[in-house]
């Protein structure tokens, strides 16, 4: 997996720590009220709270040495000047049997104030590296779509209906 051979300016990579979840939950609820409308389920979407997100990432950040003896990695960017966090990513051994890839990227949010710094890219460098990986990505997201373009995704024409959040996927591979 991945080690960033860069840091944007301005930003720290780093493992979550106990204490982050409410901050990683309000992340992630604002990057998917942001991004999906129109992609998901709306009543969901709707739904979707930073409370309820917080169970979830306890869960997660307590099982990180877990995650990462079975090949997952799971980072936070903090922003240096405020100490917020403002994104983070998840990426491993790959989720599905049949896969174009033995690793996958999980997750990639960054907060839409911080488009264009190079942290997405970074944070996938260091979750997945620079190697063969492959994603989903909801259908009709034309801003992952270009941004897993330009670093050396492709669609490869497979795609799946997520049930929990009634939405379409298509797969991106990024080959050696």
């Given at each position: 997996?991945?080690?960033?051979?860069?840091?944007?300016?301005?930003?720290?990579?780093?493992?979550?720590?106990?204490?982050?979840?409410?901050a990683?939950?309000?992340?992630?609820?604002?990057?998917?009220?942001?991004?999906?409308?129109?992609?998901?389920?709306?009543?969901?979407?709707?739904?979707?709270?930073?409370?309820?997100?917080?169970?979830?990432?306890?869960?997660?950040?307590?099982?990180?040495?877990?995650?990462?003896?079975?090949?997952?990695?799971?980072?936070?960017?903090?922003?240096?000047?405020t100490?917020?966090?403002?994104?983070?990513?998840?990426?491993?051994?790959?989720?599905?049997?049949?896969?174009?890839?033995?690793?996958?990227?999980?997750?990639?949010?960054?907060?839409?104030?911080?488009?264009?710094?190079?942290?997405?890219?970074?944070?996938?460098?260091?979750?997945?590296?620079?190697?063969e990986?492959?994603?989903?990505?909801?259908?009709?997201?034309g801003?992952?779509?270009?941004?897993?373009?330009?670093?050396?995704?492709?669609?490869?024409?497979?795609?799946?209906?997520?049930?929990?959040?009634?939405?379409?996927?298509?797969?991106?591979?990024?080959?050696?």
């Open positions: 997996m991945g080690v960033v051979t860069h840091e944007p300016k301005g930003y720290a990579l780093r493992t979550p720590r106990t204490g982050d979840a409410e990683l939950a309000d992340v992630h609820v604002q990057v998917w009220k942001a991004t999906y409308p129109g992609m998901v389920d709306r009543a969901k979407l709707n739904a979707l709270t930073t409370a309820d997100g917080i169970v979830r990432w306890n869960r997660i950040v307590a099982d990180l040495g877990d995650q990462q003896r079975r090949g997952v990695r799971t980072v936070c960017a903090v922003e240096t000047a100490e917020r966090i403002v994104g983070f990513a998840t990426g491993g051994t790959a989720r599905e049997e049949g896969a174009p890839s033995g690793i996958q990227l999980w997750s990639l949010n960054v907060l839409p104030d911080h488009h264009g710094t190079g942290l997405a890219a970074a944070l996938m460098e260091a979750v997945i590296g620079a190697g990986a492959y994603l989903w990505l909801a259908t009709g997201n801003r992952a779509l270009a941004f897993y373009r330009k670093h050396g995704f492709e669609l490869d024409g497979a795609v799946q209906v997520d049930e929990e959040w009634s939405c379409h996927e298509s797969r991106m591979v990024r080959r050696s």
